[in-house]
């Protein structure tokens, strides 16, 4: 963080670290990011803290650039409470992650997801089992945030995703970016003001492929087993959701809403679909 972005250096953790006896400051700033690479070679970092309520960029990375190559890591048992752009691998990656997870607790703002909080890179192979908490919105299993030219595959999530609007299984908000061959069995609880809550994700553009969500699904408007608006233009194919939606309007066992053009093909849901008592019932 003071300047030495290792870029063109390959970093290779030798065994496994326990970080429990310290306050962790993420590797990689918004003026500094991470531009290695970090083989992990399968050895597990447990115990990472992180309690700072005012801190953006937070994880183990805090930003990495599109230069980075994080694989084969494992980090287990976080905590983080922070603001903006968090999660447990990296708050915002802009590189590429392969065959890697997380777990633990995380909680802040916005843009919140249990392995990246924004993604604009790759993620492939990873997976994340979180308890992630998005107190204003865009909060994922997975990932707060897959924006363009952003990609995630062979990838999932599970867990409890909950918080405001915007929430995911896998991700929260998915904008003009690609989700293939992927699942989510995380629940979904939006607890506060707002919608738009998914079993795979909460706000949708861009393309999803083969891919799943069992998870239940509760909040106020705009939910959907698999997606809970559709927004811009939307490509869903070879998709399903098993999971059950719970909510007070705008609720599809498959999607809540499509606001724009959305295209769906070869797609199903098989989920019970229930109003609340305190629900108006349209467009159920």
Known sequence: NAGNTFSGKTINLGGNIDLGAHYWTPIGDYYHPFSGSFDGQNYVIS????????????????????????????????????????????????????????????????YIGGLVGRNEGSITTSHASSTVTATSSSGGGLVGQNVTPGSISNSYSSGLVNGDSYLGGLAGENFRASITNSYSTSNVEGVASMGYLGGLVGMFSGTIENCYATGSITGLGNLGGLIGEIYLNGTITNAYATGSVTGTDNLGGLIGDIYGNGSITNTYASGKVTVKATGSGINV
Request: proline letters at 2%; charged letters at 5%.
């Open 47 to 110: 115990n990472l803290i992180i309690n700072q309520p005012s801190l953006s960029w937070a994880g183990l990375f805090g930003l990495t650039s599109t230069t980075s190559a994080i694989s084969n890591l494992g980090i287990s048992n976080v905590s983080i409470m922070g603001d903006w752009l968090l999660g447990g691998l990296a708050g915002e990656n802009m590189g590429s992650i392969t065959n890697s997870y997380s777990t633990g607790v995380i909680y802040g703002y916005a």
